[in-house]
């Protein structure tokens, strides 16, 4: 770009940038993880949500090591955070979902601060929004039903999100002659050790079935809204 404006973080990511959008909060709340065999907490998408969003989620509770993934459903009801198979205690978890800073609302109230629009007249980010700030980001290409993605090492884990939202389920290994489990890209949350990456594991049994695994490409992302 000949003119514009780019804030870049002392770890070298791009905060603020009129070429490219920023996303913000534009819902949050609480909710109960879900497992298999015990009650499906779902909540629904709000009214009037973009088409193009992002789940964010974390544990309530910063602390000891939990394994969520997301699952979203087809007929439109919501979204559910299953624990592992055979963790069936269900945790309480806070979640985000994220649009485009040109997508928010019409804040009719602004405070003062700073509006970015990109060379089209979109709006890219606005100090009005609760805005995300990335910490840190990698991109996994899986091949595997037990494939671990790149560790994200932090100082503090306080109040840090991860992306749920892209490639959740892998496929189906067989474990019985009458079932198989599946397994789905879980984000490990270890507070002891401030530790989040992505982790290939089980989340049900099905039916039987020959394996089968879909590979492809995950991108892992973490940071705070602010």
Same mark, same amino acid.
């Given at each position: ?6 804030? $870049? ?9 009129? =070429?490219?959008?920023? @996303? ?6 609480? #909710? ?8 499906? =907490? ?8 973009? @088409? ?18 997301? %699952? ?17 205690? $269900?945790?309480?978890?806070?979640? $985000? ?6 997508? #928010? ?12 629009? !990109?060379?089209?007249?979109?709006? /890219? ?31 503090? #884990? %306080?109040?840090?999100?991860?992306? #749920? ?27 002891? %050790?401030?530790?989040? !990456? ?5 989340? %049900? ?12 490409? !995950?991108?892992?992302?973490?940071? /705070?809204?602010?």
């Amino acid at each position: 770009m000949s003119y514009g404006l780019s804030v $870049v973080s002392e770890s070298g990511f791009t905060q603020i940038d009129s =070429t490219y959008d920023n @996303v913000a909060v534009y819902a949050s709340g609480t #909710m109960n993880s879900s497992y298999y065999g015990g009650t499906v =907490t779902t909540t629904a998408i709000p009214a009037n949500t973009p @088409v193009d969003y992002l789940i964010f989620c974390k544990p309530t509770t910063e602390s000891g090591t939990h394994r969520l993934t997301l %699952a979203t459903y087809t007929d439109g009801s919501g979204f559910s955070f299953y624990n592992q198979y055979g963790q069936n205690t $269900v945790i309480s978890v806070d979640w $985000v979902i994220a649009i485009r800073s040109r997508d #928010m609302p019409a804040n009719n109230s602004p405070d003062y601060g700073l509006e970015v629009y !990109k060379a089209n007249g979109e709006e /890219s980010f606005s100090s009005n929004n609760a805005n995300f700030r990335c910490l840190q980001v990698s991109f996994d290409n899986i091949t595997s039903s037990t494939q671990s993605g790149a560790t994200f090492s932090l100082g503090s #884990m %306080a109040n840090i999100y991860s992306l #749920m939202s892209g490639k959740t389920v892998l496929g189906r290994v067989p474990v019985s002659s009458q079932n198989s489990a599946l397994y789905s890209l879980f984000v490990e949350f270890d507070y002891s %050790a401030k530790t989040i !990456k992505s982790v290939g594991a089980p989340v %049900a049994l099905i039916g039987p079935g020959s394996s089968a695994i879909a590979g492809g490409f !995950k991108t892992n992302l973490i940071g /705070s809204f602010t």
